[in-house]
Structures are given as C-alpha cells and as structure tokens.
C-alpha cells in the first residue's frame, strides 16, 4: 500500500497487511454486481416506457431515453455508494462491550484516488458525450434556441410554425401559414415537424408543453424557437414554467395533436371564421412591442430597428416574408406534405 | 488593533491586556441605539426620497415611491450599522483623531454589542442563523400548507407569491452565511492558533449588516411583498410592487456582510496561522473556508452591482433590464446567475469540509486523502464560475453554448466526487461512533448522494428541458443544501456545543431530533422529484388534481420536518440555559487544536503565548505521534483551572510555566506572529 503523505510526517503508520482488506472487496463488489443486475434490466424493462414526458413527439422520447440512460449510468454508482456506507456501519463500527479503539491510520492510497478520480471522469465525460449527441440528433431537443437555432430538423419544407404568444397571464398561438390568425387553442397535426416561435409582450414566461418535451422561455422582444415533430395524437398540457405574477398558477391550458386532415380543416375554418379579427391585429411578425402606455393591452409589431438587425443577420427582411430556412415560409401548409418524412423510431 | 506591538514582544510574561469596563454600559452603544439609529435612518431616507422624487409615487397620494423606499431602506441600514458603533472608528478617523483602541467589553452585555471578540461575533451569527431559518421555515410551511389542495386556496395568489419569495429569498441569505458566519468567525481563529480574525471590527461588522439584510427583507411585507421568487427576473422586477426594492436593498446589504466576512477569512487564513501551521497541516474545515471566502468575495460583487442596476431601473428609470430602451432581460438572469451558481457552493462546500472535520474523529482514523479532499473543494470553487448559464438553457441564449455549459456542470461532479472519495475512504476500517454529530455526517452523505445525482440530469440538456423550472430543480437544491449543508451545520451544532457554552446538549433528544428531521427531511422533499418530473411547475398555487396525493403526502412531511426544529430548540434551550450539564474537556476525544483548549471560557485574545503546530490534527492510531501543538504556557486560565473569560483578565495571576522551546526545528522560518 502506498501512501501520498511523506512517511516522516506518519509515525507508526499501521498499515494493513495486503490480504486483509480483500475479502471486504470481494463482498463488495458481489454485493454491487448482484445489486446492479438486478436493477439495470428492472430499469430497461420495466422503467423506460413510463419515464415521463413520454413519446408524443421526437423530442419527448429523446428525453426519456436520455433519463433512461443517465439512471442507467448513475444507478450502479448509487448503489456502489450506498452499498459502502451500510456495509462500513455495520462491518466497521465501535463494537458494544469492546474497548474502544483507534482504526488503522491509512492517509491514502495513491491507486485508490486514481481509480476513482479516472472512472468519475470517464462517467462524466461519457455523460457529456451522449447528452450532447442527443442534444444534436433531436436539433435542440426540444428546449428553446434562440432567434437563430444551430440543430435544426434535416428536412424543413413540410414544418408548421407555429408563433406562441406569452402574456400576462394567457398563452395565445398564431398560425402563420394560415393568415396568421390568434387563437389561445394549440391544435398541431401528428406526425409532423412542428417550429415554435416563443416570444413574450411583458415579462419572461417559459412555455412548457409537457408531454411535447418542448420548453422555450418567452422573452419579450426574442424570438425563441423550438423544434418538435409529433409522433401520436391526443391532448397534452401547457403550463407557464417561469414566474411571471400573480397568476402564474393559473397559467396553463391544453394542446391537442389531432389528425393532419383534421388539423387541416380546423386551421382553414379557424382562419376563415377569425379573418375579420385577424384584419385588425398586428400584421404577423417574429416579435411584438408591447403598447407603449399598455391601456387597452394592444401590441405592435417590432420597430423597424428590428428588422435592421434581422436583415443584417439573415440577408433578408422579416417583413417580406422571405425567411431563412428554419423560418419556414407562412405561405400555407397542406395535410399531404405531413407523414411523408421517416418518424425516429428507437 | 494596538496589541499588535504586544503581540510581537509577547516575550516571557506573554500577552494578557487588561479588559475593558464601560463607566456607563446603557449609556453606550448597544442593539438598543442601533434600532433607534435604524428608525431615524429609514424616517430621513423616506423624507429626502419623498422630497426629491415625490412625482414619482408608485401609487397616487400616497407618498410611497421607490425612490423614497430606496432612501429609506439604504439610510435605516447605515443608521442601524451607526447605533450599533460600527462607524466610530472610521469617523474618528475621518475627523483626524486616533479612535482609542479597547478591548471587547467582558460582560454578558457583549451578545449585543458591536464585539471585536471572533468568539463573541461567532455566537451572534449562531443564534441570526438560525432565527432567520425558524423564520424562512414558518413561510416554507405557509407554501405547504397552500399545496395540500390543487385547487382550492389558502391564499390569495399574490399573497402565495409573496410568501415562495420571502421563504426562498430569506434561506438564501441564512444559507450563505450559515456555516461561514457562525462557525467559521468561531472556530478558524482557534483551528489555526491565531488571537482573533485579520479585521476584527469588519467581522463585528459583517455579522450586524447581515442581520440588517434580514430586517430589509422582511420590510417587504408591509411594502406589499415582491413576486419575483428569490431569482427576480427582470421584466417582472422592474414592475413590481415596491416590495422589490427591499429584495434588491437587502440583498446588496446581506452581500456586503458577506463580501466582508469572506475577504476577512482570507487574510486571516492566509496570514494568521500560528508558527508550524503548514498548508499541508490546514484542518480541512479551513481548507473550506477558504475556498467558500475566495466564492464569498469574487462573486458577490456581481449580485450587488445585478441589483444595483434594478435600483437604478426602479428608481432613476435607467433601462439595464428593458429591453425596448437598450437594455435586455437576459442580462439580469446572466449577472445573477454569474453570483447564483458560485453561491449554491458556497452553501455546499463548508458543509463537505464540517464532514471532513468530524468524520476521523468518529471513525478514529486520519482524513483519508485530505490532499484530495482540499483539491476537491477549490476545484469545485474554481469550476462554479463556469457553470451559469445551465440555469438558461431553455431561454434562448446562444445555442451553441449549451454543450460548453453541460460539460462544465458536469465537470464539477468529479471534485464533488473528491468529497465521497474522502469520507468512504475515511471509513474503510474504521471504528465508528454512532455519536450524534456521526450520524449527521452520514445522513450529509446519503442526502448528497441524490442530490447530486439528480444535479447531473439537471445538467443534461434533453433531460433538463422536461425538468427546467419544476418542482424537481425544487427538490434537487433542497437535497443538496437542507440535505447537505444544513445536515453537516446541525451536525456540527451538537458538535461544537460543548465548545461553544460548555455544556453537553442531551444526547436523547439530539437522536430523536436526528431521525425525525432525517426521515421527515426524505419524506418531504424524494416526492417532490417525481411530482416536478410528472410535470409540476414551481411557484404555482394550482396544479394537476393527479398530483394532490404526493403534494399532500409532502406537505404533512414538511410540518413534521418544522416540528422536528422544535425538538433541537428544546434541548438546546433546556441543555444550555435551564438544566446545564457541564461538558467534559474534550468530549470527543478529538485531535483537533480548538478541542485542546477550553474556547468557552478563553479570554477574548485566546492565546497568551501562540501554540507552535507540530502536526496535522489528524493523527488518530498512532500512538507515536506528536501532539497537534506544543500547548504550554498559550493560556494563562487553563493554568489556573478557573475563573472563565468574563473575569478581568489581568487579575489572574501569571501562567504556568516559562516558555519551553518548540522542538525540532518544527517552528524554523515560520514565526508568523504578526
């Protein structure tokens, strides 16, 4: 056994003799093996499936095989742990009757601390190596990126946008492909790619569609997207997840993914039934002003500044609705162009 | 102080300053002067801010405005810190005149006085921490009283967010200087064999800021509360209700306490250990508390300027925070976070060096690794300045930022890895005591363990997107500081009590205390896990009816969790004051330095002659092993055997003993008396 603190420091260092400490590391590590091969297939098999938010969309079932596999790579080191701890109570404690006594005074052991420090390592770096693998293969995962995403879906020509809208205390949805009408229904089509365009008129909201597996901060003045392509129909809850007031408790309301001939024939009459309303609001735009003065809760598209800065950054205009790639065109959306891409399956 | 040339030529008679009488102790500076200070602080503060901004009023006609709220919270605090005599040492000086240095008064009038005693400033914070927790526990039963119905309230909404705010708000502030406050102005001086901190009067001061960011913060109630939680996010910030300037005052205040203590321990650590005091013979526990200050000074300022901008915001109508005027939201939540993640280790790190510090003493074996068990701590403290923005990983910021921070949160796993590494190490044939403050240890680990783990799903992007902002982030910090540092603090409590009163707390109710508030503690907060995973927002006042049996299952644990407290203020109460069992002298068998002398009854210098360190403290098994430090002739009471530190010090007569040369050459080169 070698010892990390200089021997002349150490006086009457008892060290144990090699054998004795090997039948402890023999009951542990059979203790940890059995207890790891227990719980690690109960995980696969019988966990995985409920681990929430679920598989209603690509980013929803990247984020319960991720929680999979991080409770598969931390369950056997929480076992190791908690299997120590008891196993020392018990085996090492002050024995009742006997006189007590001091234990051997081991200061280290220099292939101990490099062991654990190499394994924490690799744990952690293989945790960090797959995160982001999966970070990148469900583009974003579903979290919100920003005005302009970097991991976007492959194929964009078939995306809905849709423009969520945070206020105080109601979330509201415009359909841009559909005459950017206003609605506070999220109807979405199943399998299909879906860009949410997050953004707030007052103060910081996070809309978080739960079985979607999409959370994106409302931010007044950002537009934050947020990509998510569904898998199964059925309703899902939105809740504002950041504290916005007083009635950030009641903030919620619910979301259903229906067929995309059902979806089609809603938006097209939802649109045509608002178009009077629709005429009077804010022509569509990435992000809105809120009303200077804030009487009647009007808002107002952007300032021209705005689409300066967007227009310096994308080579073209907002207004024109001539949008990059990941902006997808809001010049209609047809049932026919959903389902036709490949749906992830694990 | 004007010891200093005393100290320097201690020689043989060693160091013994007369103490100091007051000729009128009602007519002096006391906590008495410093609320009547505050009081006419805060009536000039409201006066000049109503006369100069009164256009300005928040509501019409009622006088109150934020600028006047600002005034008056900026000026009771300076009145407060001015009544208790904190200022009278830089006044005189201001005005040309050497203020006359004095000794800390002995009596027992002391507890509420500005005292340069670090004995005395230590007991203080004891007793403001943990008020402050009772007080920030009530308002944690308050919101788990609102969550035992998903629909039907207790409270009126704002009312709720008033109370999530104060609770959050208020156990941040105690949780900061909870350990730093209370144990590390008590026991570093006497770990490393110094007379007193490197700043006296700042560490007297600290300790009377930090109760005043209290008051502050709870001057938001009647100012109509803030609702922004403890994280008062921007937009919401600059709207609020006027009880946001007191969040904003207090936590400037409360940050300047702790901006003061943490520089004040650094200089002492640095420059105040006894001769032979190596770095490599450090007690762990200051280890951590270096590391903990080195937080407590670099990242502080951040917060204070954060909420400065808001004041200004507020109050000047400058526009840091609104983003239609120049100014972004993102930037609060930055600066914020920049102080906000740094500061959760420093409610985490002197709870692993609290731990570090007992378990050889209970397992009656040397630190394993201690190298690695210091390492750990700065490397933790080093790592959490690149680990922010993963509390924004959902709002928008650069995206291609998130894998950087996801590397680096995850990265600070390995040197809080060092900590287990440390304690399972420790452990590997021991002998262990199934003391007390043993058993808290242990509980430290196994409540770390989850918290931990569940920190490395938090730090993973595709997981956090689902658990950002939910109940699960709730219970993750829960478990790593009440699971954590508050574990390791109770722990040290029934440890250092006997060194603290010289009394023994009862060992019954400090094991009922112990598993009632562990199982209470698990109960309450591993629920709360899956309620954020199965989709519950935090800072709500409704949520899902399918959640109602694990919230109500949580909200009866958390009043059993708070009845626990009550147990520990019992016996404290009863085991100190009303039924005193006096302590043995070391009642742990413990190596340590502090534990070889009686600190309860030391005099406010502590040392007449400094100790010479010949070793570590940790030199459990080993019959050869030098003592931790050549003792003979450091106190003249312990000599004497009686008399206590409230005696005038001089009337005792002279130590025992002359001065015997250190052996070896333990000392060469390192005679740091200065």
């Given at each position: 056994m070698s010892h990390v603190e200089p021997p002349s420091e150490h006086p009457g260092d008892g060290r144990v003799a090699r054998g004795a400490n090997m039948p402890h590391f023999a009951r542990l590590f059979a203790i940890w093996l059995l207890g790891t091969a227990i719980v690690e297939p109960v995980l696969y098999f019988l966990v995985w499936p409920h681990i929430p938010p679920g598989t209603m969309t690509d980013a929803a079932r990247g984020a319960q095989f991720d929680a999979l596999v991080l409770t598969m790579m931390a369950s056997p080191v929480v076992i190791a742990v908690l299997e120590y701890f008891v196993y020392a109570m018990v085996v090492w404690h002050q024995k009742k009757g006997e006189p007590p006594e001091d234990g051997p005074p081991i200061w280290g052991h220099v292939g101990i601390q490099a062991g654990w420090i190499g394994i924490t390592s690799a744990i952690v770096m293989g945790a960090f190596v797959f995160g982001t693998y999966e970070l990148i293969n469900t583009a974003g995962s579903g979290g919100g990126e920003g005005p302009s995403p970097i991991w976007t879906p492959a194929e964009t020509n078939d995306m809905l946008t849709v423009q969520v809208i945070g206020q105080q205390w109601l979330w509201t949805y415009r359909y841009p492909q559909f005459g950017g009408f206003e609605t506070p229904e999220l109807i979405l089509p199943n399998h299909t790619k879906i860009a949410f365009h997050v953004t707030s008129l007052d103060v910081i909201h996070d809309f978080w569609a739960y079985q979607l597996g999409v959370k994106a901060d409302a931010n007044p003045n950002v537009d934050n997207v947020a990509f998510a392509t569904t898998n199964e129909t059925g309703r899902f809850t939105v809740r504002?997840?950041?504290?916005?007031?007083?009635w950030h408790g009641a903030m919620y309301n619910y979301g259903y993914i229906v067929s995309p001939t059902t979806f089609y024939k809603w938006a097209t009459s939802t649109e045509k039934k608002l178009s009077p309303l629709t005429k009077i609001l804010p022509k569509f735009a990435w992000t809105y002003n809120p009303s200077a003065n804030g009487a009647g809760g009007g808002y107002y598209p952007a300032s021209d500044a705005f689409y300066q800065v967007y227009k310096y950054e994308?080579?073209?205009?907002g207004k024109e609705g001539n949008l990059p790639a990941v902006h997808v065109k809001p010049s209609g959306w047809k049932p026919s162009q959903a389902g036709s891409h490949h749906v992830r399956e694990r | 102080m004007a010891a200093t040339t005393m100290e320097l030529g201690?020689?043989?008679?060693g160091y013994r300053p007369t103490a100091t009488r007051l000729a009128h102790p009602w007519l002096s500076l006391n906590v008495i002067t410093a609320f009547l200070g505050a009081a006419a602080g805060y009536g000039i503060g409201h006066w000049i801010g109503n006369y100069i901004a009164s256009n300005y009023a928040v509501v019409q006609n009622t006088g109150q405005n934020n600028v006047a709220v600002v005034l008056a919270l900026f000026f009771g605090v300076l009145g407060f810190v001015a009544g208790i005599g904190g200022l009278n040492y830089p006044i005189l000086k201001i005005f040309g005149r050497q203020p006359e240095e004095r000794a800390p008064v002995q009596d027992w009038t002391k507890y509420f006085r500005f005292s340069t005693d670090h004995k005395v400033v230590g007991k203080q914070y004891l007793v403001g921490v943990i008020g402050m927790f009772f007080i920030g526990g009530l308002f944690a039963m308050a919101i788990r009283t609102e969550l035992t119905n998903p629909n039907t309230h207790f409270f009126a909404p704002d009312i709720y967010l008033q109370i999530v705010s104060e609770h959050g708000t208020i156990m941040m502030m105690m949780a900061t200087s909870l350990v730093v406050g209370p144990l590390g102005n008590f026991l570093v001086p006497l770990m490393i064999g110094s007379r007193r901190m490197a700043f006296p009067r700042l560490e007297a001061i600290s300790f009377w800021i930090f109760l005043c960011g209290l008051m502050v913060i709870l001057t938001a109630l009647p100012l109509g509360g803030f609702d922004t939680g403890w994280t008062g996010y921007a937009p919401l910030q600059t709207e609020a209700a006027p009880g946001m300037d007191a969040y904003l005052v207090g936590f400037g205040t409360i940050g300047t306490g702790m901006i003061l203590n943490g520089f004040n321990q650094i200089v002492t650590i640095v420059n105040y250990r006894a001769p032979g005091m190596r770095w490599s013979r450090l007690p762990i526990f200051v280890w951590s508390m270096l590391a903990t200050s080195f937080l407590l000074t670099l990242a502080t300022p951040v917060l204070f300027v954060a909420g400065w901008f808001g004041v200004l915001d507020r109050t000047a109508q400058t526009a840091f925070y609104v983003n239609t005027h120049g100014g972004s939201s993102y930037l609060w939540e930055n600066l914020f976070w920049f102080f906000g993640h740094p500061e959760v280790y420093i409610m985490a790190i002197p709870g692993f060096g609290l731990v570090g510090e007992m378990l050889p003493v209970f397992t009656r074996k040397p630190l394993f690794a201690y190298r690695v068990g210091a390492a750990g701590m700065f490397g933790v403290a080093l790592l959490s300045f690149f680990v922010w923005q993963h509390h924004l990983f959902v709002s928008g910021i650069n995206p291609d930022m998130r894998p950087v921070f996801m590397l680096t949160t995850e990265l600070i796993s390995i040197p809080t890895g060092f900590i287990y590494l440390i304690g399972m190490g420790t452990l590997w044939r021991a002998r262990i005591r199934f003391t007390v403050p043993m058993m808290f240890c242990l509980a430290m680990y196994f409540n770390f363990l989850i918290g931990g783990i569940t920190g490395v799903y938090n730090s993973d992007v595709p997981v956090d997107v689902t658990i950002h902002g939910s109940f699960f982030v709730m219970a993750h910090f829960h478990y790593t500081i009440m699971g954590g540092l508050l574990f390791a603090f109770f722990g040290a409590v029934y440890y250092y009590t006997p060194l603290f009163t010289g009394k023994m707390l009862n060992n019954t109710l400090a094991k009922i205390h112990f598993w009632w508030m562990f199982i209470a503690f698990n109960f309450t907060f591993f629920p709360l896990f899956i309620v954020g995973f199965l989709g519950m927002p935090r800072r709500v006042f409704e949520y899902a009816p399918r959640l109602q049996v694990l919230n109500d299952w949580a909200s009866a644990s958390a009043y059993l969790l708070g009845m626990s407290f009550l147990v520990f203020a019992v016996n404290f109460v009863w085991s100190v004051w009303v039924d005193p069992r006096p302590a043995p002298a070391n009642p742990w068998q413990s190596l340590g330095l502090e534990w070889q002398l009686p600190a309860y009854k030391m005099p406010w210098y502590n040392f007449e002659r400094l100790p010479i360190i010949l070793s570590d403290p940790y030199h459990y098994g080993e019959r050869e092993a030098l003592p931790v430090a050549h003792l003979q002739g450091v106190l003249a009471l312990a000599g004497a055997g009686a008399g206590g530190g409230l005696a005038p010090v001089g009337a005792v007569g002279p130590g025992p003993g002359p001065e015997t040369a250190p052996p070896g050459g333990q000392a060469d080169g390192e005679d740091q008396r200065r």
């Open positions: 504002c997840d950041e504290l916005c007031g007083i994308y080579g073209t205009s | 201690a020689g043989a008679t």
